[in-house]
């Protein structure tokens, strides 16, 4: 590096799949021709794709890109997600609804869950879920696209998708190449850093090339090529409260159309996911092999797919954490790179999102000034741990006592952040949120009252204003108004059928 700063000429990524493409897509748009994009990736080294479920903000991700979202579903052989299903979490036997939007819409100051809770300790036998759109819409298999005017509760719903990851990252590829960014075949077995800045210089590939680069993103995966094995950088293991390290996954054919929400069962020793796709159903069990062998879990997935098995099941290893920091010296990691939460609540590909649009906010110069490093370390710190949260609510908050996983999970000590939130929730229902949280208050919310988390009482102001207000009643009509516009949306198949579908035409 040159002692005057100045910008950045050469941007090397390493690894592919869905975080590198990603990458080098945005990058590629965002950068244009300032700056030379090599990515280098091997086709001897698999890619993990289990990330097939995402959340809403994949949708901005897209739109920044001008990716026409109909073409991109196609191509990815998507479908259209309303939120997740949770089964026999809290007991076997129950189920609720993590909802992709709000609960039907405010009609005072006062937040509808808490007249939700007044009408309930009243004796009112509705569900929370009853008065959200994007349940009520998912649980007939509907779909449509939510209208714009907020007056109407088919504006209160939001979505997202599941796609093939593999399709995806080659969707990403060809726009990427597309707009100048080269791709470079082969493995690195070599990183070079020069000792007295701690930058990387450059990498260097089994087959004698040297790619050079004056900044670095890493995104090889669990393997942190640049960011551990090369800057040494060091892991927080968080597996004392998300003790799951392993997965087993294998497709299946669909017997029936796909269904427009992720579905997330509750297992012995972990949870198994089901995402359906237009051509197939993705399945996953997610476990921890201290109360588990391998054998076994592949045993209960494959005795449990919907379908006939398209694939054999694989074995994926990883330890929940995140990266001490994100940003060192010359490097981002990006990914798996990064950290890893399991896929409870499909924030995989979203922490790749999020982590490229930091990097895009505080794009440096070649000094790589210890500001951008800082803030970037900081606000990514704070994202991981609100998600971490998060997941261990689903977790902690657990009546089953039937496994020796789940006695565990509901009796460990939990972040004093997390307690915080609960005790808040179960004396009058209030939902306190922290700085950074991607997961707003309806989906805590869902996940609250989905796991057993009561609160004790209804806000003093909710009781105050109940009748006042008719609340009971507009709860009631609330109820009424969205069965109906639920009643009239397109099944989620006829939706993608008429605008994006994947099967080839007869």
Request: hydrophobic share 40%.
């Amino acid at each position: 590096m040159s002692d005057a700063p100045r910008p950045i000429r050469q941007v090397v990524i390493v690894g592919g799949g869905t975080a590198g493409w990603m990458s080098a897509a945005a990058l590629a748009n965002a950068l244009g021709p300032a700056a030379i994009i090599t990515l280098v990736e091997s086709d001897q080294i698999g890619t993990i794709g289990v990330g097939e479920a995402t959340i809403p903000p994949i949708r901005m991700f897209n739109q920044s890109l001008g990716i026409d979202e109909n073409t991109f579903v196609r191509e990815t052989f998507g479908t259209f997600k309303l939120g997740i299903q949770f089964v026999d979490w809290r007991r076997k036997g129950e189920a609720y609804f993590h909802p992709f939007g709000q609960y039907g819409a405010d009609f005072d100051a006062v937040p509808l869950h808490q007249y939700w809770l007044h009408a309930r300790q009243n004796g009112d036998k509705s569900d929370i879920a009853d008065h959200c759109m994007a349940w009520v819409a998912a649980s007939m298999g509907k779909f449509d696209q939510p209208i714009p005017d907020r007056r109407r509760v088919q504006s209160t719903f939001d979505y997202a998708y599941h796609f093939d990851a593999t399709a995806y990252a080659a969707f990403l590829r060809r726009y990427a190449e597309a707009r100048g960014v080269k791709r470079v075949e082969g493995k690195v077995n070599h990183v070079a850093v020069k000792g007295e800045s701690g930058f990387i210089e450059s990498v260097h590939l089994e087959d004698g090339q040297t790619i050079k680069g004056e900044f670095f993103v890493d995104c090889s995966g669990f393997r942190g090529l640049l960011i551990e094995q090369a800057l040494r950088t060091g892991y927080e293991d968080w597996s004392h409260w998300l003790p799951a390290n392993s997965a087993v996954a294998a497709p299946c054919e669909a017997p029936e159309d796909p269904i427009p929400y992720t579905r997330a069962t509750a297992r012995e020793a972990g949870w198994q996911w089901r995402i359906p796709l237009q051509h197939r159903i993705g399945n996953g069990y997610v476990f921890c092999n201290d109360y588990i062998s391998d054998d076994d879990a592949t045993e209960t997935l494959m005795a449990n797919l919907p379908g006939k098995a398209t694939a054999e099941p694989r074995i994926l290893r990883f330890t929940t954490g995140r990266r001490r920091k994100f940003w060192n010296a010359n490097c981002v990691a990006i990914g798996l790179a990064a950290g890893f939460m399991e896929p409870l609540e499909s924030t995989s590909i979203h922490l790749i999102q999020s982590g490229i649009t930091r990097l895009l906010a505080l794009f440096p110069d070649t000094s790589c000034d210890q500001g951008a490093q800082d803030e970037f370390n900081r606000i990514t710190m704070l994202e991981y741990e609100r998600i971490r949260d998060f997941l261990i609510l689903h977790y902690c908050a657990t009546e089953r006592d039937d496994a020796p996983l789940w006695n565990y999970v509901r009796t460990m000590p939990i972040p004093d952040s997390l307690r915080y939130k609960i005790d808040q929730f179960r004396s009058y229902g209030r939902i306190v949120a922290s700085d950074f949280e991607l997961f707003q208050n309806p989906s805590w919310l869902a996940v609250y009252l989905g796991q057993g988390v009561d609160p004790e009482r209804c806000t003093p102001l909710a009781a105050a204003r109940a009748s006042a207000v008719r609340s009971t009643e507009k709860l009631a009509g609330l109820r009424q108004v969205i069965r109906e516009a639920a009643n009239v949306m397109p099944t989620h198949q006829q939706y993608i059928d008429r605008f994006c579908s994947a099967r080839s035409p007869v």
